[in-house]
């Protein structure tokens, strides 16, 4: 069956870095565009990067343009996110997603990221 695990999440102090990874198994990860969303206390799901199926484009909501990087290894049927310069507004928890926006068909279970000081 499909299966997105995420790791990386964590504590980490304004103005520093975490990279989640998403392991994708269960169907063909080359042929999907994969997106990381993550969701705030209170707050609504918000999409946060995009990547097409073979990384020729990608997508950054201006939240985190320059400061989050998503990547793929189609080999290794993983999705990244880089995160720089974190802010105590990114404290979320944060999934991996198959599928190009908000709607795609499967979702990981989501991991913590905990921006503070």
């Known amino acids: 069956q499909v299966q997105l695990v995420e790791s990386g999440g964590g504590l980490a102090q304004p103005g520093g870095s975490l990279r989640l990874s998403c392991a994708a198994s269960g169907f063909t990860f080359s042929n999907y565009a994969m997106s990381w969303a993550r969701q705030a206390p209170g707050k609504g799901l918000e999409w946060v990067s995009g990547?097409?199926?073979?990384?020729?484009?990608?997508y950054y909501p201006n939240s985190v343009k320059g400061r989050f990087t998503i990547s793929r290894n189609n080999a290794k049927n993983t999705v990244y996110l880089q995160m720089n310069s974190l802010k105590p507004e990114d404290t979320a928890l944060y999934y991996c997603?198959?599928?190009?926006?908000?709607?795609?068909?499967?979702w990981g279970q989501g991991t913590q990221v905990t921006v503070s000081s």
């Open positions: 990547i097409y199926s073979d990384g020729s484009a990608t």
């Open positions: 997603a198959t599928g190009w926006g908000l709607r795609g068909d499967y």
